[in-house]
């Protein structure tokens, strides 16, 4: 069974950078599928902020890119959002997901992270 | 603003049908395929509907998709108290290059 683990600071300083991690079990980043960051701000919908090949080929949210950068970590399993220039916009929770490399669906979605941007 | 557009909120009585539309452009559902995903109060969202209108296994036959052009659409029969949650579409878009979402639709069971 294929597992998701976000983690990372649950409280982050306006103007500072957010790094979270994604922790896969169950499989392996280097399969043909992509890898995911989605978030969810307090009572709004979901926001897709980019996502990551085993490669490193990256795609990104053309809103979100001047900030955001995905990277992958193949000997830990794992991938990774960084994001900079916080402001309390960027509040949220923050889920990683696996995307199907041909039909584009999340099919496994980590449980999610509350990131909280504090002045 | 959404790139994919949907209703806020439907609403419908235990054992009735409700369908969720989500209008998009060639650029997304016009030209490539639609997922929908179900999230429950507090939960993640939870893939409910895949290249259009595939169901993952696991998931009852009441709920069913559809694509038509530029828009798509979720049918949920035989509604059930358990069916209030949220609903997203979503797809990829080539012209953006990047994934995108609906704005999601709240779904009242009365």
């Known amino acids: 069974q294929v597992q998701l683990q976000e983690s990372g600071p649950g409280l982050v300083k306006s103007s500072g950078t957010l790094s979270l991690t994604c922790v896969i079990s169950g499989d392996s980043i280097s399969s043909n599928d992509w890898w995911s960051w989605v978030r969810q701000s307090p009572g709004k919908g979901l926001e897709w902020i980019g996502d990551?090949?085993?490669?490193?080929?990256?795609n990104y949210n053309p809103s979100l890119k001047s900030r955001v950068t995905i990277s992958v970590d193949k000997s830990r399993n794992q991938f990774s959002l960084k994001m900079t220039s916080l402001t309390a916009a960027d509040t949220a929770v923050y889920y990683c997901?696996?995307?199907?490399?041909?039909?584009?669906?999340?099919?496994?979605w980590g449980t999610g992270t509350t990131v909280t941007v504090s002045s | 603003q959404s790139v994919l557009t949907q209703p806020p909120s439907v609403s419908a009585a235990p054992g009735q049908t409700v369908t969720i539309s989500c209008s998009g452009a060639?650029?997304?559902?016009?030209?490539?395929?639609v997922s929908w995903y179900q999230q429950l109060p507090g939960t993640a969202p939870k893939l409910l509907i895949y290249?259009?209108?595939r169901r993952p296994s696991g998931i009852p036959d009441r709920f069913s998709g559809s694509k038509s052009g530029t828009a798509a659409t979720l049918g949920i029969t035989g509604l059930q108290a358990g069916d209030e949650a949220d609903y997203y579409c979503g797809s990829w878009d080539s012209s953006l290059s990047s994934g995108v979402f609906g704005g999601g639709t709240k779904l009242t069971v009365l």
């Open positions: 290249e259009n209108n």
């Open positions: 997901a696996r995307v199907n490399n041909f039909y584009y669906y999340m099919d496994v």
């Open positions: 990551i090949y085993h490669s490193g080929t990256t």
């Open positions: 060639y650029s997304n559902i016009g030209n490539n395929y």
